[in-house]
């Protein structure tokens, strides 16, 4: 059921130790734990976010998302949409489209948030 993560015979991590994203995963398969996964990430963005209110993360958080579940919605993959977010990488119009329409914000809100996240 879960993915245990490698072990890590140097750092001492325990071989029985299970991946966040994999428990997460496991875990929003119950309609009810995935309610409440999502209402802890709004919560996330309003606790630590509100002050950057206008930033991808922002948005996809207040949607109770995770980067893997934007992802899928726009039709592109988890380590784009998380280099997308911290400003490493300029997306594509096209991934620029379809990642705004996931999230229900205009182009020119998408491009304003990429802007003050390379700030």
């Known amino acids: ?16 130790l299970v991946e966040i994203d994999a428990l997460i995963a496991a875990a929003e398969q119950d309609p009810n734990a995935a309610e409440a996964i999502a209402a802890g990430r709004k919560n996330v963005a309003d606790a630590f976010y509100a002050d950057r209110a206008t930033s991808l993360t922002y948005y996809r958080l207040r949607k109770g998302w995770s980067q893997k579940q934007l992802a899928a919605k726009a039709k592109s993959n988890q380590a784009h949409v998380a280099r997308i977010e911290i400003g490493t990488v300029d997306p594509s119009q096209s991934a620029a489209r379809k990642i705004s329409q996931a999230l229900g914000i205009s182009l020119a809100m998408f491009n304003r948030a990429l802007t003050l996240t390379r700030k």
């Open 1 to 16: 059921m879960f993915t245990k993560a490698p072990r890590n015979t140097k750092g001492g991590v325990s071989a029985d």
